[in-house]
């Protein structure tokens, strides 16, 4: 499976990872090696249930810094064998490429608006992600739309084909992030955090800011118009639910169960962290991903939510920064942040869904 691009060679989704047969014996948690990064902050335990998904010892790693909002990040490996993580860095309208072998690397600019006037706010990508066939899959809000990375052999600027970009005729606010089911169906979010004046800006044609589901046939359908501003996004590892997480003054994590045919019901409410602000913890509920028991690593106020499959916050992995969002790599075990300015990793006892 490959992804075309001009960019990078050929991209491939990691393969489902084997696990051997759980071990009855119990032992000690192995000492991490030292790392050669500089650690930040800490994980905070409230639950003793945390200790199976990540270890009393593990450390947050802080691989890069700089970056004005980074977002996004997804895991890739090419055909070559080359593993790296992708990230998006909204306001310079960029992505990132970093590696354990090769550091810290522009991959991709533009990454969210091709358009020649010079415009101010959020241009760029964010959510990331890779299709069934291991193409790269972009939520841009500077074009509006869901686009994949094509590739042009007499283009020196990078080609996008534009997956979907409008409801109904009028064209979407700016597709924050997404996820896909195993059938190929595309779930995504669009608030409007990227138009320049945000729900005042002149350009916007929705009065509402919904939950989408494209169907591998090309249906698109509106799930939700009922969330102010829906953000992170991601199904359960049974694909029976369907987690949103919304941003903004009112901030929480929704539940909705999946229909047969890929719809919705009314939903719940999965987790609300209004102690947690009024408590002083700053950020809000942002991306948010699932590991193989149906764990959430969601972003919220003090940093990286760790909730069970009912709703029951374990603890949480504090950076000490606001961090926009999560994505599993390498063989599933690690989690690698985007925490405002810094790209970060902590690695796991529990790995994310799909590996």
């Not at 799930?223 to 903004?248: C, F, M, Q, R």
């Amino acid at each position: 499976m490959r992804i075309p691009t001009l960019l990078c060679p050929a991209l491939a989704l990691l393969l489902a990872a084997c696990e051997a047969p759980p071990d009855p014996t119990p032992r000690p948690a192995p000492t991490p090696p030292a790392s050669v990064f500089p650690s930040i902050g800490a994980v905070e335990r409230l639950d003793p249930a945390l200790d199976s998904l990540i270890s009393t010892n593990a450390v947050i790693e802080k691989l890069g810094s700089g970056f004005k909002w980074a977002e996004g990040p997804v895991w890739v490996r090419t055909s070559q064998g080359e593993r790296f993580i992708l990230f998006s860095d909204i306001p310079p309208n960029k992505i990132y490429k970093w590696s354990e072998a090769g550091g810290l690397v522009e991959f991709l600019h533009p990454s969210g608006y091709t358009g020649t006037t010079p415009r101010s706010g959020e241009p760029g990508s964010n959510g990331l992600l890779l299709d069934r066939f291991g193409r790269l899959v972009l939520c841009q809000h500077g074009d509006r739309r869901i686009a994949r990375l094509g590739i042009s052999l007499n283009n020196p600027r990078p080609v996008f084909e534009t997956i979907v970009d409008r409801y109904q005729g009028k064209r979407f606010n700016s597709p924050n992030d997404a996820c896909y089911s195993k059938n190929g169906d595309l779930y995504f979010t669009d608030p409007p955090y990227g138009l320049e004046k945000r729900m005042a800006d002149p350009a916007k044609e929705l009065s509402f800011q919904g939950v989408y589901r494209l169907s591998r046939d090309g249906e698109l359908k509106l799930l939700t118009d009922k969330i102010a501003y829906p953000n992170g996004i991601a199904l359960s590892p049974d694909e029976s639910v369907l987690y949103v997480a919304e941003s903004g003054p009112d901030t929480k994590i929704h539940a909705f169960q999946v229909k047969p045919d890929g719809t919705i019901d009314e939903g719940r409410i999965f987790f609300d962290p209004a102690p947690l602000r009024q408590g002083g913890r700053q950020g809000g509920c942002d991306g948010l991903k699932v590991d193989v028991n149906g764990n959430l690593f969601a972003t919220g106020p003090g940093g990286v939510l760790i909730l069970s499959p009912t709703g029951k916050h374990l603890g949480t992995i504090n950076t000490g920064t606001r961090i926009a969002n999560v994505g599993w790599g390498d063989d599933g075990s690690t989690l690698y942040l985007t925490a405002h300015m810094y790209l970060c990793r902590v690695h796991t006892k529990t790995k994310g869904a799909g590996f």
